[in-house]
C-alpha cells in the first residue's frame, strides 16, 4: 500500500514570501505529525494532530508557523514570511491511532529560503 | 525530561567488521525507545524499537539493540557491516504527553561510513 507521501519534494523561495508544505499520510491513520530537520541535526518535533484537531502545538517555532488538517486525511503546513532560519527538511509522519508507538515518516520537503 | 544523547557524530568502520552506535537516554520513567536510519535522500526507516517487552531488541538487516536500564544506554550493534549499511542513524526517545500519543525525542544523528 501507498506510504506518507509529502509535496512539494524541494522547494526554493525568496525570503518573505510564504509557502504550503503538503502531507498525504497512510489512510486510515488518526494520528500525524510534522517534524523539522535541520541541516546536520536530528528532528525536532513541530505538531501533532489527532483526527482534525491539533491537541499540541508546542513545537512550532514562531507564529509564522500553522498547520491544519481536513477531512482526518491531507494537512498542510504553512510559513508565512519566510526567513532563512526556516531552510530545513520538514516531514510529516502518520501513525494508526495516537496511542501507536510506531510513526511512518514521508520522504520531506526541502525548503530554500534565499 | 525526555532525552537522548548519541555519543558518537560520525563512526567509521570496514566492511565486515562489527558495529557500534552508542547512545544514552534521560527519562522519568521507562521509555520506548527506537533507532531509525536515514539514507542518502530517502525517508527515515525504522530498525527496531523497545516498549518494555525483551531487552535485547533485534530489528531488520542484522541489527539489533540492548535495553539497559542501569545504564540509561540503548546501543545498536551489528556483527558485521555492510557498504549498505552506511547512512544516518538516530536514536528516538518517546514522550507520551497526557493525551496518550507519542511525541518523539531525536538525538542528533550518528553518520556510519562503511569502508572496504
Known amino acids: 500500500g501507498a506510504g506518507v507521501s509529502q509535496s512539494p519534494s524541494n522547494k526554493v523561495t525568496e525570503k518573505g514570501k510564504d509557502v504550503e508544505l503538503r502531507c498525504d499520510p497512510i489512510s486510515g491513520h488518526t494520528a500525524l505529525y510534522w517534524y523539522r530537520q535541520r541541516l546536520g541535526q536530528g528532528l525536532e518535533f513541530l505538531i501533532y494532530?489527532?483526527?482534525?484537531?491539533?491537541?499540541?502545538k508546542s513545537g512550532l517555532p514562531s507564529d509564522r508557523f500553522s498547520a491544519e488538517r481536513t477531512g482526518e486525511s491531507v494537512s498542510t503546513l504553512t510559513i508565512q514570511r519566510t526567513q532563512q532560519e526556516d531552510s530545513a527538511v520538514y516531514l510529516c509522519?502518520?501513525?494508526?491511532?495516537?496511542?501507536?508507538?510506531?510513526?511512518?515518516f514521508g520522504p520531506g520537503t526541502r525548503l530554500t529560503v534565499t | 525530561a525526555q532525552s537522548v544523547t548519541q555519543l558518537d557524530s560520525h563512526v567509521s568502520v570496514s566492511e565486515g567488521t562489527p558495529v557500534l552506535l552508542r547512545c544514552n537516554y534521560s527519562s522519568s520513567y521507562s521509555p520506548s525507545l527506537f533507532w531509525y536510519v536515514q539514507h542518502p535522500n530517502k525517508g527515515l526507516q525504522l530498525l527496531l524499537k523497545?516498549?518494555?517487552?525483551?531487552?535485547l531488541v533485534k530489528g531488520i538487516n542484522g541489527f539489533e539493540a540492548e535495553f539497559k536500564k542501569s545504564e540509561t544506554s540503548f546501543h545498536l550493534t551489528k556483527p558485521s557491516a555492510h557498504m549498505s549499511d552506511a547512512a544516518e542513524y538516530f536514536c528516538?526517545?518517546?514522550?507520551?504527553?497526557?493525551?496518550?500519543?507519542?511525541?518523539?525525542?531525536f538525538g542528533a544523528g550518528t553518520r556510519l561510513a562503511v569502508h572496504p
Open positions: 523497545y516498549t518494555s517487552a525483551a531487552t
Open positions: 528516538v526517545v518517546s514522550l507520551s504527553p497526557s493525551g496518550g500519543y507519542n511525541k518523539l525525542i
Open positions: 509522519a502518520s501513525a494508526a491511532t495516537s496511542g501507536t508507538v510506531e510513526q511512518y
Open positions: 494532530f489527532q483526527g482534525n484537531s491539533a491537541p499540541d
